[in-house]
Every structure is written in structure tokens, then in C-alpha cells.
């Protein structure tokens, strides 16, 4: 009989083939904060065919997703910033959303840099090997304790339907919006310089 942690493995064994052969494009997308620059760095899914209900089904169960495809989402700002209330120090933070099954999905940062590829995948191509992949299956158990923020995102819907996961950070006065996009819906939340 297979355990728990079996299936996961062959799960991530799956899913590293699968980057191998089709690798989702990775993107940065910046802004200036109080003058000082922001990024966020992230792989783009496609939905190719399926609906967000398909992809929200196979969280796991503490509801959290990474964010974009493969390799862990970054946001680095080179200022403080204030992000739901909170300040958050200049540095580079593990992306993260968390989706409850009713409310607010939330923006998380992590001071986690994610794990090496070749850990979880002893396969994994040379150039990817040492590449950061994010906590899919263990991020409450491994990772929860070194959270910085969690603020939850204004969501609504897309006027044209998106099919490539999309982040974006438009302007806002001395700050910016951290706009995310797949499906039909959209979520956003403001990002200030820190006083």
C-alpha cells in the first residue's frame, strides 16, 4: 500500500517531467515605491482548456498556491513598504496566495527562498537543479512560522477572460498596485512606501 508522502512524491516526479517538457515562460514586472524599485519575478501558467474551478480543486489542503508555475515567485523590493497594514523590510520574499474556500483569497510573503529543485526531483536538469522551487504540499507545516505578511486582495471580475496568469503593477500615487490576473478574475492590492 502506497502512503500519503508516496503519492506526493510521484506527484512532484510528475510535475518535474512536466516542466521538462513544457516549461511556462517567466516574467519580472516592476515599479518604483517611494522611488526605490519593486519586482516581482514569476512563471506563467496557461489555463490551456481548463477553469480556475479545475486548478482551485487540486489545492492542497491548506489552501495555499505559489503564485505562478515552477520555479518560486519572487517579489523583491529595495525599500521598506507597506503591505495590508504591515511593514515589510526591504529584501527578496517567496510569493504566495492563499485561497480559503469562502472569503478573500490573501497575498503572502515569505521570508522563505524555496527549496532546490534537484531535492524534491534528484532528475532535474543541470541548469535547473539549483533552481528555488516553492513548498506546494508542506507550506503550513515547513514554512508557515517565517510568514511576513498576509493581506488580503480585492477581487473582481475581468471584463476579457485571461488565459496566461498575468501580474501586473501599475502605478498608484507614490506606490503601486500588485494587480494578479488568470481566468475571469482579477485581484489587487496596494503596496506603499513604508513611513
Not at 129 to 135: E, I, L, V
Request: net charge positive; glycine share 8%.
Amino acid at each position: 500500500m502506497r502512503t500519503r508522502s508516496q503519492h506526493v512524491a510521484a506527484a512532484l516526479l510528475c510535475a518535474a517531467t512536466a516542466l521538462a517538457q513544457d516549461k511556462a515562460p517567466r516574467e519580472k514586472v516592476t515599479a518604483m515605491v517611494g522611488g526605490k524599485k519593486v519586482e516581482i519575478e514569476y512563471g506563467r501558467p496557461a489555463l490551456k482548456g481548463r477553469t480556475m474551478g479545475d486548478l482551485l480543486a487540486k489545492l492542497p489542503e491548506d489552501r495555499m498556491w505559489r503564485a505562478g508555475e515552477n520555479q518560486v515567485t519572487t517579489l523583491t523590493t529595495e525599500t521598506p513598504l507597506m503591505i495590508g497594514g504591515k511593514r515589510v523590510p526591504a529584501g527578496t520574499y517567496s510569493v504566495y496566495v492563499h485561497v480559503p474556500a469562502s472569503g478573500p483569497w490573501s497575498l503572502v510573503l515569505n521570508t522563505d527562498k524555496g527549496v532546490p529543485l534537484a531535492s524534491i526531483f534528484p532528475g532535474a536538469s543541470p541548469e535547473l537543479k539549483d533552481a528555488p522551487w516553492p513548498h506546494i504540499r508542506d507550506y503550513q507545516k515547513s514554512i508557515a512560522d517565517k510568514e511576513v505578511v498576509r493581506a488580503a486582495m480585492t477581487q473582481s471580475a475581468v471584463t476579457d477572460p485571461v488565459d496566461v496568469f498575468t501580474v501586473r503593477l501599475p502605478p498608484l500615487g507614490k506606490g503601486a498596485i500588485v494587480a494578479l490576473a488568470w481566468g475571469d478574475q482579477s485581484w489587487s492590492l496596494p503596496v506603499e512606501p513604508a513611513k
